[in-house]
């Protein structure tokens, strides 16, 4: 059994920056895609970032382009999201995801483990 848990939210000023971390645990995930997603108040989940099993390969969406990265540790069983220059609409519950290939995907069907997720909050 796969168990994924993310870390790193809180509450942070616009313009601030976050680091979240996915650990998993249960099995080895280097031969998998990881995502990560979000679901704002109100909102459907929707994809922020993926990576493919090695890590060279990634896809953003639009709204994160250029401030939000993401990047794995296959030894460690982890995966990163740096975000940057975070913005009140960045406010979010995110949830990091396996998905069932090894390269990348950006849409929740294509994910087969997930996490609890972590609040993040960026205040104006």
């Known amino acids: 059994q796969v168990q994924l848990v993310e870390s790193g939210g809180g509450l942070v000023q616009a313009g601030g920056s976050l680091r979240l971390s996915c650990a998993a645990s249960?099995?080895?995930?280097?031969?998998?895609?990881m995502g990560w997603f979000r679901q704002g108040p109100g909102k459907e989940r929707e994809f922020v970032a993926g990576?493919?099993?090695?890590?060279?390969?990634?896809s953003y969406a639009d709204v994160v382009k250029g401030r939000f990265t993401i990047s794995r540790d296959n030894a460690k069983n982890t995966v990163y999201l740096q975000m940057t220059n975070l913005k009140p609409e960045d406010t979010a519950v995110y949830y990091c995801?396996?998905?069932?290939?090894?390269?990348?995907?950006?849409?929740?069907?294509?994910?087969?483990?997930w996490g609890q997720g972590t609040q993040v909050t960026v205040s104006s």
């Open positions: 995801a396996v998905s069932y290939t090894p390269g990348v995907l950006t849409t929740p069907s294509g994910y087969e483990h």
């Open positions: 249960g099995r080895t995930l280097s031969n998998r895609g």
């Open positions: 990576i493919n099993w090695s890590g060279g390969s990634t």
